[in-house]
């Protein structure tokens, strides 16, 4: 009897008693991220206007590298000399280099489970938008339409000095025109570049559809470029919930009425 009383008590210490047993924290918060999955379903189901804006990290498990973070290409990489129009003025060829081997990665690269559920949201809701900061066109290959691309495109160039824009030609390998056939001057990749503004009516489509909007989902941006933290921002104080869907804390987590901190092709595709 004696025994018996000591074996309860030692099960009741080890399964109700010590809450902080590493397989009882693993199940809590499992636990906890499929109850806020599940909250996020519905609020993405009841939601009739959604806008969708994605970072780098949401093309990473399509073998994209992001730019911050342990092998992003920032840490190998300084934006001064790739990414601005003084780097491109002062050395156009390591910067077309760089671009095309960045090209090269995108163009081998297919859209994953993130971009397909994004795609899949947009026939879902007759309001929809999607905010990319990406440049390389997996959102388009996997069926998202209703998009703006507001740091450019990789696979198109820009005149410098007349402003037409050409498309990169994907056969053999990608490769871009140098100098514009309208005018014989510089092409640069059609990128929106550190310390250059964003166009105008891309800003205004996404302004005018966030006041609007009842949800917004965030997914794979560190917010260190501040665009989709503001965007975030404007919608937030029209009311709009806001979800973020990142494996790490930034400051579009803190904001967001819900952080799902795991990879956008595992979570997104649960909430649509
Ligand atoms: N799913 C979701 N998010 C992820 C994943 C994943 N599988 N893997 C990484 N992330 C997150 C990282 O935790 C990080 O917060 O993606 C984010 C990537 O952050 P950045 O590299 O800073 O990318 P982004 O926010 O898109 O950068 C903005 O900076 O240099 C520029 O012009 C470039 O558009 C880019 C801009």
Not at 25 to 53: F, P, Y
Not at 116 to 123: G, Q, T, W, Y
Not at 232 to 246: C, F, H, L, S
Request: with cysteine; charged share 20%.
């Amino acid at each position: 009897m004696g025994q018996f009383v000591i074996f309860q008590t030692f099960e009741f210490v080890l399964f109700h008693n010590f809450p902080l047993s590493p397989v009882s924290i693993h199940l809590n918060c499992n636990q906890a991220m499929q109850t806020d999955i599940d909250a996020c379903r519905a609020a993405v189901a009841a939601a009739k206007q959604v806008a969708v804006i994605t970072g780098a990290g949401v093309s990473k498990e399509s073998g994209i590298p992001t730019f911050r973070g342990k092998e992003g290409y920032w840490k190998e990489n300084r934006p001064e000399d790739l990414a601005t129009p003084a780097a491109f003025a002062a050395n156009p060829k390591l910067v077309h280099e760089w671009y095309s081997h960045r090209r090269t990665v995108c163009h081998q690269a297919e859209p994953n489970a993130a971009h397909r559920a994004i795609a899949a949201l947009e026939k879902q809701k007759a309001q929809f938008l999607l905010i990319t900061q990406n440049v390389d066109g997996l959102h388009k290959r996997a069926g998202s339409r209703r998009l703006v691309e507001v740091h450019g495109n990789i696979f198109r160039g820009r005149c410098t000095a007349c402003s037409y824009t050409v498309d990169v030609n994907l056969e053999p390998e990608p490769a871009i025109a140098l100098q514009c056939p309208a005018c014989a001057a510089n092409v640069r990749p059609d990128i929106v570049w550190f310390g250059e503004s964003y166009h105008p009516a891309d800003l205004q489509t996404c302004y005018q559809f966030l006041h609007h909007t009842d949800l917004v989902i965030v997914s794979g941006t560190s917010g260190v470029v501040q665009i989709p933290l503001h965007l975030t921002q404007v919608a937030r104080e029209r009311g709009a919930r806001v979800i973020d869907v990142n494996p790490d804390n930034t400051a579009v987590s803190e904001l967001a009425d819900w952080h799902l901190a795991g990879p956008a092709g595992e979570i997104l595709p649960q909430l649509v």
